[in-house]
């Protein structure tokens, strides 16, 4: 009698239902498996994607924070450039206004080669005081010890009212004659406009003659004499006459009413 190797109907099924309940408990397992995974994953990524999620909000403020920064950065550099540029006008309209009134004083200044034939009255006109400014080599500025000369002659003017002021201006033997009496007119252009800008005196009491390097005060073989010589000689004259007019009308009594 043969036997069936894998037995009879009813181990056959037997084995069928185990290898049936094992395959099932595998795919449980199977199943069980991943979705602890998934989940693990997604436990562990979760954060993360918070954190990229975070980080590019912060970036993005970050960035908006910036083109700010730097829009009103830009806005502030215009602003400054247009306050800038404004107060350059400014400055140039006061310095055309300045420029403009110097040569408005200067175009009333009374030059001349003499005062001989130009002052009406001359001989009634006396020294009341002089001083004389010195100049350095081709220059025309005034120093501050010339401005201290002219403080002290110009106190000598405030009870006066009938004057001019004659300013003589000269220079060295050095270049050529038309470029020293430019240079001489300079200067006592100088001694002009300080007197002018500081005591208020109007420039038509102001007679300019610039005799270059003519009518020289001292040698010029030597530096000593040609700086003697680089000078403007400040005359103020006064009419008696006039003055002594005042005097007495300011002296008379009273009329008795």
């Keep these: 009698m043969r036997v069936n190797k894998w037995g009879s109907d009813a181990q056959k099924s037997k084995v069928a239902r185990n290898v049936g309940v094992a395959a099932s408990a595998a795919l449980v397992i199977l199943l069980s498996t991943g979705c602890s995974s998934k989940n693990y994953v997604r436990s562990q990524a979760g954060p993360l994607i918070n954190q990229t999620n ?13 083109v700010d920064t730097d829009q009103r950065a830009q806005q502030g550099i215009a602003t400054a450039k247009t306050n800038a540029a404004a107060a350059d006008q400014h400055a140039g309209a006061a310095q055309t206004a300045a420029d403009s009134a110097n040569s408005n004083a200067q175009q009333a200044y009374n030059r001349v080669d003499s005062l001989a034939g130009t002052v009406a009255g001359l001989d009634q006109y006396k020294q009341v005081s002089d ?18 000369q002219l403080d002290t002659l110009a106190s000598s003017l405030q009870s006066s009212r009938h004057y001019i002021v004659q300013l003589t201006g000269g ?16 200067r006592a252009d100088a001694v002009a406009n300080y007197l002018q800008a500081k ?21 010029n073989r030597t530096a000593a004499g040609r700086s003697k010589n680089r000078r403007v000689d400040v005359q103020v004259l006064s009419n008696m ?7 007495a009308a300011n002296t008379a009594p009273a009329n008795p009413s």
């Design 241 to 247: 006459q006039d003055e002594n007019t005042t005097a």
């Design 131 to 148: 001083t004389s400014v010195t100049f350095k080599f081709d220059k025309a500025t005034l120093t501050a010890s010339d401005k201290r």
């Design 171 to 186: 220079t060295d033997s050095v270049g050529s004659a038309q470029y020293n009496y430019e240079l001489s007119q300079k």
């Design 54 to 66: 975070d980080l590019d909000a912060k970036t993005a403020a970050d960035h908006r924070a910036i």
């Design 199 to 219: 005591y208020g005196i109007a420039p038509h009491k102001f007679y300019l003659v610039g005799i270059g390097k003519d009518s020289a005060v001292a040698s």
